[in-house]
């Protein structure tokens, strides 16, 4: 029998009202309702906290700059046992939510879950080349960094309990860190992560938009590693996740 687990959704914006107002219609059409959603404006200068509260919405109000701040903010104030992240660009499929519930109810070990996505604002043969190319480079990159693999903020769950284990932790203060890598860091050593290429939601291609955009975040992502590579080096972190896989496989008893 597959346990119900109690979902929450936590959405960080900062001037993001037209493509929040898509995501949150599309959240609400979910085959699995969400307990809550919470939406952390993150200082927004347009109507993104109007546009949540219209959708039935939490408004949580964070003026510390930076996506880290804001997410964060949201994982404490979220009630479910299990918490959905997107940002509001993401485009969830219906069964996102049901997908994600599933996943955690079937499997008690799992700390967090990762999925993919594909670009839903550029033609479609630029999407199909560039889409694979982007998240692969990606996933398979920061796996070889963490051992294990990374959360991604448009598409990606975790457990609560898992959060509160790290909660205070993860940097809050530097809006240059990577808020998702971040997190991948510090659940890693600890808990189960699993990456799901059926979890997929579209995404803006918005990241793409210029050598600037670019560069900042690649920048943010060696920014981030290099915080987390003074604090543990890849050797050790890789020989950490083998020992752990090692323990887990001992039957009780046997060890």
Not at 2 to 19: G, I, M, T, Y
Not at 63 to 75: D, K, N, R, W
Not at 143 to 150: K, N, Q
Not at 175 to 184: F, I, R, Y
Request: proline letters at 7%; glycine letters at 8%.
């Amino acid at each position: 029998m597959v346990a119900e687990l109690s979902l929450s959704v936590v959405v960080p914006v900062k001037d993001d009202a037209v493509v929040l107002a898509r995501c949150l219609q599309l959240i609400r059409q979910q085959t699995l309702p969400p307990a809550e959603i919470v939406v952390v404006d993150n200082d927004s200068r347009d109507g993104s906290a109007q546009v949540a509260a219209r959708y039935g919405a939490t408004v949580l109000a964070v003026q510390v700059p930076g996506i880290p701040a804001a997410a964060a903010a949201g994982y404490d104030a979220a009630v479910g046992t299990v918490i959905a992240r997107c940002d509001a660009d993401s485009a969830p499929p219906p069964d996102w939510l049901e997908r994600i519930q599933q996943a955690f109810a079937t499997d008690p070990s799992l700390g967090a879950l990762v999925g993919t996505g594909y670009f839903y604002d550029l033609p479609r043969l630029w999407s199909a080349v560039l889409s694979p190319v982007w998240r692969h480079s990606y996933l398979w990159g920061m796996r070889l960094v963490l051992g294990h693999p990374p959360l991604w903020g448009s598409n990606m769950a975790l457990r609560r309990s898992a959060w509160q284990e790290v909660r205070t932790a993860v940097d809050r203060s530097d809006p240059e860190v990577h808020d998702d890598l971040e997190l991948s860091f510090w659940l890693g050593p600890q808990w189960s992560i699993r990456y799901d290429g059926r979890l997929r939601v579209g995404v803006s291609p918005r990241c793409l938009y210029g050598l600037a955009q670019i560069r900042r975040r690649w920048a943010r992502t060696f920014h981030t590693v290099g915080v987390h590579w003074a604090i543990e080096r890849l050797w050790t972190r890789w020989r950490r996740r083998k020992a752990r896989r090692i323990i887990r496989q001992v039957p009780p008893g046997n060890g």
